[in-house]
Antibody
Framework: EVQLVESGGGLVQPGGSLRLSCAAS????????MHWVRRATGKGLEWVST???????SYAGSVKGRFTISRENAKNSLYLQMNSLRAGDTAVYYC???????????WGQGTLVTVSS | SYDLTQPPSVSVSPGQTASITCSGD??????ACWYRQKPGQSPVVVIY???LRPSGIPERFSGSNSGNTATLTISGTQAMDEADYYC?????????FGGGTKLTVL
């Protein structure tokens, strides 16, 4: 059974940092592109970042230069290092797998990040 | 950057047909997906490649995509279909989501 489990969310002050993790199981992690998607309260889904099987990365303009996505295939883990956090980054962050037909076919349960003083 | 536009809300009576639109420049040249998200749950794909249903998604869900508009249609809408719906397309390696539509079944 495919499972994605996020961790690392919490309360952080503006300007602070946080590292999210996503533990994957039930599939060959190294063979899939992985993504982070967030949803702020009262707002819609927003794509944040992706890392391909070859380690190639891409970021949304709103987080570029502040967030860094990485993966550790030996540990079946995906990460999101978030620096210079702003109130606007407050959201539930989901890790998601892109499978066949470029579908987000599996999502984690999400981890809440709150940026507030 | 590429943008997708959805109506913020759509209301439908039980048993009737709900249509949710998604507009983007030459969207018909891309594949559109639709995701459903219920409160407290993670998103679930209900339509992919414009009009294909994953296993487990009821036949009442259908989709189309042409020109600048993709449409999700739910026939015989049920109370359990009340949720937020998002269209999504790819702009190279970037995923683009529409702003979401809250479907209310009155």
């Amino acid at each position: 059974e495919v499972q994605l489990v996020e961790s690392g969310g919490g309360l952080v002050q503006p300007g602070g940092s946080l590292r999210l993790s996503c533990a994957a199981s039930g599939f060959t992690f190294s063979s899939y592109d992985m993504h982070w998607v967030r949803r702020a309260t009262g707002k819609g889904l927003e794509w944040v970042s992706t890392i391909g099987t070859a380690g190639d990365t891409s970021y949304a303009g709103s987080v570029k230069g502040r967030f860094t996505i990485s993966r550790e295939n030996a540990k079946n883990s995906l990460y999101l290092q978030m620096n210079s956090l702003r109130a606007g980054d407050t959201a539930v962050y989901y890790c998601a797998r892109v499978g066949s037909y470029r579908i987000f076919d599996y999502w984690g349960q999400g981890t809440l990040v709150t940026v507030s003083s | 950057s590429y943008d997708l536009t959805q109506p913020p809300s759509v209301s439908v009576s039980p048993g009737q047909t709900a249509s949710i639109t998604c507009s983007g420049d030459k969207l018909g040249d891309k594949y559109a997906c639709w995701y459903r998200q219920k409160p407290g749950q993670s998103p679930v794909v209900v339509i992919y490649q414009d009009n294909l249903r994953p296993s487990g998604i009821p036949e009442r869900f259908s989709g189309s995509n042409s020109g600048n508009t993709a449409t999700l249609t739910i026939s015989g809408t049920q109370a359990m279909d009340e949720a937020d719906y998002y269209c999504q397309a790819w702009d190279s390696s970037t995923a683009v989501f529409g702003g979401g539509t809250k479907l209310t079944v009155l």
